[in-house]
C-alpha cells in the first residue's frame, strides 16, 4: 500500500510512469497496470487518469479472492 500511495503522489505531480517504475524498483508494465486498476474515471490537473490507491488496492484484492475461479456458466 505504501508503494501505491508514492505512486499517486508521483504520478500527481506529474512525474512518468518510466521514471516512478526505475525509483520504485518495479516495471514500466507493472506501474501502467497499477494505474489501470486504480483508475477513477476522471482526469487529474495534468490532463491525465487519475489514479486512487485505494481503489488499487481494492481491485486488487478482489482479483486476488477471485483467482482460480471459474465463472458460472450460462
Given amino acids: 500500500m505504501q508503494d501505491r500511495r508514492v505512486l499517486a503522489r508521483r504520478w500527481e505531480a506529474g512525474d512518468g510512469a518510466v521514471e516512478i517504475a526505475v525509483d ?17 474515471g476522471e482526469l487529474d ?15 486488487y484484492q478482489k482479483n486476488l479472492r477471485n483467482r482460480g475461479r471459474r465463472k458460472a456458466e450460462k
Avoid at 514500466?28 to 497496470?33: E, H, L, M, V
Avoid at 490537473?45 to 481491485?59: I, L, M, S, T
Fill in 24 to 40: 520504485l524498483g518495479f516495471s514500466p508494465a507493472a506501474i501502467y497496470s497499477e494505474l489501470k486498476r486504480g483508475d477513477t
Fill in 45 to 59: 490537473q495534468n490532463k491525465r487518469p487519475k489514479y486512487d490507491p485505494d481503489k488499487g488496492q481494492e481491485v
